[in-house]
């Protein structure tokens, strides 16, 4: 289950897709922001994250852009 990059809690999907060049962001219940905003941008604005160590940036790669997204790791929703 993919999770919110902003809070880490799980949501139900990033995004809703109406036709292929048509997609809308979904947001997290808990914190009220995009899931993933990561989605819409470039390469070279995550890399640019990275390198500046944002957790958000972190949070997309580990648990919403990898190929084990429902079952490589298991998110904690107790904090």
């Known amino acids: 289950m993919p999770i919110c990059v902003e809070?880490?809690?799980p949501v139900p999907n990033l995004y809703t897709e109406y036709?292929?060049?048509n997609i809308q962001l979904s947001v997290c219940n808990?914190?009220?922001?995009f899931a993933d905003q990561y989605i819409e941008h470039?390469?070279?604005i995550?890399?640019?994250d990275l390198l500046?160590?944002?957790k958000q940036v972190y949070r997309h790669?580990?648990?919403n852009k990898l190929d084990y997204i429902d079952s490589g790791?298991?998110?904690n929703d107790n904090k």
């Open 61 to 63: 790669l580990l648990f």
């Open 52 to 54: 500046l160590h944002k």
């Open 46 to 48: 995550i890399f640019m």
């Open 42 to 44: 470039d390469y070279i």
């Open 19 to 21: 036709s292929k060049q």
């Open 7 to 9: 809070c880490g809690k």
């Open 73 to 75: 790791i298991q998110v």
């Open 30 to 33: 808990s914190c009220n922001k």
